[in-house]
T-cell receptor, first 117, second 107 residues
Framework: GAVVSQHPSRVICKSGTSVKIECRSL??????MFWYRQFPKQSLMLMAT?????????EQGVEKDKFLINHASLTLSTLTVTSAHPEDSSFYIC?????????????FGPGTRLTVT | GQNIDQPTEMTATEGAIVQINCTYQTSGFNGLFWYQQHAGEAPTFLSY????GLEEKGRFSSFLSRSKGYSYLLLKELQMKDSASYLC????????FGTGTKLQVIP
């Protein structure tokens, strides 16, 4: 089956610093990747959708200058949390789809737990 | 919006059968997914329904009624490891996640 990896799995950073999270599709080409955020006991909230080689589409309320997304290849997307603050502490999950258009199954990465101190 | 409604919590006994219901808005609907998510982990795909009827996969089955905007996930022969959140996910122009049903399986 399709495998998506994320790195790092856990990261602790100081307030004001930036953190980069990588999402890779290991055995398929991901035309579309999604970034989600999940706070404790809440559902996944879509942050942005990225297509290879084009700018990401951000959901309402998500600051694109704070959450930088780069989808440089069909197997790699990165999310950079810039100038992180404690309220950015959350579980960040990426997913990838192997074809365009709805609907399709998403393959989820294992998630990255970010703690900002 | 595309409201996805499902119960917040359920409890069932090991070996029993449990049905988790989900209702959704039918406008713009393209299909319905069920995912399982254990605490602290990413969701894993369970099923996808786009046509009416029952899809069976081992101990798990998923049902869809498009006219009623209704789906359910049926878990048979419950095991302790089935304790998790079950997410009903609507396939609209944008994938929309329900808040999830936290299932606790007790001995």
């Amino acid at each position: 089956g399709a495998v998506v990896s994320q790195h790092p799995s856990r990261v602790i950073c100081k307030s004001g610093t930036s953190v980069k999270i990588e999402c890779r599709s290991l055995d398929f080409q991901a035309t579309t990747m999604f970034w989600y955020r999940q706070f404790p006991k809440q559902s996944l909230m879509l942050m942005a959708t990225s297509n290879e080689g084009s700018k990401a589409t951000y959901e309402q309320g998500v600051e694109k200058d704070k959450f930088l997304i780069n989808h440089a290849s069909l197997t790699l997307s990165t999310l950079t949390v810039t100038s992180a603050h404690p309220e950015d502490s959350s579980f960040y999950i990426c997913s990838a789809g192997d074809r365009e258009g709805m609907p399709y199954e998403q393959y989820f990465g294992p998630g990255t737990r970010l703690t900002v101190t | 919006g595309q409201n996805i409604d499902q119960p917040t919590e359920m409890t069932a006994t090991e070996g029993a059968i449990v049905q988790i219901n989900c209702t959704y808005q039918t406008s713009g609907f393209n299909g319905l997914f069920w995912y399982q998510q254990h605490a602290g982990e990413a969701p894993t795909f369970l099923s996808y329904n786009v046509l009416d009827g029952l899809e069976e996969k081992g101990r798990f089955s998923s049902f869809l009624s498009r006219s009623k905007g209704y789906s359910y996930l049926l878990l048979k022969e419950l095991q302790m490891k089935d304790s998790a959140s079950y997410l009903c996910v609507g396939g609209y122009q944008k994938v929309t996640f329900g808040t999830g049903t936290k299932l606790q399986v007790i001995p």
